[in-house]
């Protein structure tokens, strides 16, 4: 839906790590002022809220 209203869109795989200096890339190439997060819930995908934690304590951290 974010691509179809033209918003910028970037996926990253919290199974691999993620990768924290292409979001913060990506944030600053796109002026990025409100990041909205989504993805798949604890109870279908056990351990993401941790490794999505850790993620964006990394990248909030600037990391």
């Known amino acids: 839906v974010a691509e179809e209203l033209g918003r910028a869109v970037l996926v ?4 691999h790590g993620g ?4 979001v913060h890339s990506w944030l600053e ?11 798949p819930r604890e109870n279908k995908c056990p351990g993401i809220y941790s490794r999505a ?4 304590s ?5 990391r």
């Open 12 to 15: 990253q795989d919290m199974d």
């Open 19 to 22: 990768n924290v200096a292409q």
């Open 29 to 39: 190439a796109h002026g990025v002022r409100v990041l909205n997060v989504a993805g």
């Open 53 to 56: 934690r850790h993620f964006l």
């Open 58 to 62: 990394q990248l909030l951290a600037g």
